[in-house]
């Protein structure tokens, strides 16, 4: 009996470990490893690159004008002086005339190409921001016409050089 009672206790230990080993297999909780998502691809930004084009030639188009602008305005201004203190024939004032009808004429021509970039920019939904922008260099324009208009012609040409800094600003949104 000793014998038996000998290998039942060998055979208890022999197993016990067993047992104790599968109950830890069961009873143990291993977090399940799940691999984390891959980053959602990013969306390729916009495709702006036609609407800056044509942010960037009405800028060109605004830059030329003022070019030009400071050469005429000075004439304008010498003209308008002489005018008032009557010492020009009246050929000379009306050129002056149409020189100043030729200026507000550029100015509403610029106007116009910039009413246009509106609605090209407009059309783009992720470009609102510019467009709502745009009204700043739509303001300043006008304002130069109205200033050209009653003969403050260094006046308008600041209006002018704001609204091209507005559009350089704009440019800039759109790239």
Request: no cysteine; proline share 7%; aromatic share 4%.
């Amino acid at each position: 009996m000793n014998r038996t009672l000998l290998i039942a206790f060998f055979l208890l230990l022999a197993f016990s470990p067993a047992v104790s080993a599968q109950n830890k297999k069961r009873t143990k909780t291993t977090p399940s490893r799940t691999r984390p998502a891959p980053p959602a691809p990013t969306p390729p930004p916009p495709d702006t690159q036609k609407e800056a084009n044509e942010v960037a030639t009405t800028l060109k188009a605004l830059t030329k004008f003022l070019f030009l602008y400071g050469k005429i305005a000075n004439g304008l201004e010498v003209a308008e002086d002489q005018a008032k203190r009557s010492r020009v024939s009246t050929t000379v004032i009306e050129q002056n005339i149409r020189n100043k009808n030729g200026v507000q004429a550029g100015i509403a021509g610029l106007k116009e190409q910039v009413d246009k970039l509106g609605q090209i920019l407009q059309a783009h939904p992720k470009l609102q921001v510019p467009y709502v922008n745009l009204a700043g260099v739509t303001q300043k324009i006008v304002e130069a016409q109205g200033l050209v208009q009653n003969n403050q012609f260094d006046e308008a040409g600041r209006s002018m050089v704001t609204a091209t800094e507005r559009l350089v600003d704009i440019l800039s949104q759109v790239k």
